[in-house]
């Protein structure tokens, strides 16, 4: 059995307690959250857990082996090098840190003492993604030419970092999990216009093999979308994570260049076959995610969301930062 002590209890820290404390091989042994009325609330919910506003005390409970760490990005770090340092398991709410040198300290650190570090990157877990990874692996789509995704809705506005640091973590964390290779470069553009934070922006990526990612957040949008096209030689794919039945569809269509021999203009021929919908496992990501963490702790498997996969996350948010900072300019990884 896996004791966890959960570090904030705010928008996603209820997701995290009832998982972990559902599943076989776990239990959620404590709370932290500095508001009590947010303690009240796990008293309410689960009374059998026991809650603190100092996370100190439960980061150095002697019954507690692995810490969630489930509160805003700037204080990820200060908070996972205690849990680290005092021999516990950690699992840590994207993005992992505020800048890549944390991340790289902490993985070190855990390294030192044999310690697993998980970095909730959800939607690795999600039945679309795996689906998806599936069929890259099984190469139905063939070599991929572009990755584009548009996750936009009105709100939640963040106080303490952007719209990319906030909603992009994910498209990237799901482009580096689908995707063999890391991108070389990246561009961003954005604005603010209302709390001094980007709440509009856009993330090209762009790899050594021709491949292009384009990633398009906004906190502004009167709609809500989330909507990923995966483009290849041989098929093309639409995951819509709002459709409740058929969130993948899988297009026989295609573009194909050929050149005629002995003339210079280049023929385009067009393909347009079948569409169909594969079957997507309808399990919650994060109850299998809790899961694996608990697996991952206690076989020493380093998991696939591991501090590495977390880091690649955060480098690239910093050169979609700098980018930014540059009026769009390209930033080299």
Sequence with gaps: MIFIGIIGYGYWGPNIVRNFNTIEGAKVAAVCDKNPDALKKVNTAW????????????????????IAVVTPVFSHFEIAKKALQEGKHVFVEKP?????????ELIELAARKNLTIMVDHTFLFSGAVRKIKELIDQEVLGNLYYFDSTRVNLGLFQHDINVIWDLAPHDLSIMDYLIKESPEAIVASGTSHLNGHE????????????????????????????????????????????EADEKIKIYDKGAEAKTRE??????????????????????????????YFVDCVTSGTAP??????????????????????????????
């Design 47 to 66: 009374p059998g857990i026991r809650t603190s506003t100092d996370c100190s005390e439960i980061i150095s409970a002697e019954d507690i082996d692995a």
């Design 96 to 104: 992992f840190t505020s800048t890549s040198d944390q991340a790289k």
């Design 199 to 242: 709440d509009v922006a856009y993330m090209a990526c762009y790899f050594s093999n021709n491949m292009i990612a384009h990633i398009n957040v906004n906190w502004l949008s009167p709609v809500k979308v989330r909507t990923t096209l995966i483009g290849g030689c041989k098929k093309m794919l639409v995951w819509n994570d709002l």
């Design 262 to 291: 002995g003339v210079y203009d280049l023929l385009i021929s067009y393909r347009s076959g079948d569409m169909w919908v594969p079957k997507v496992d309808a399990t919650e990501a994060l109850k299998l995610e809790a899961n």
């Design 304 to 333: 696939i969301n591991d501090g590495q996969a977390g880091m690649r996350v955060v480098q690239m948010l910093e050169a979609a930062d700098r980018s930014l900072k540059k009026k769009g300019a390209m930033v080299y990884i």
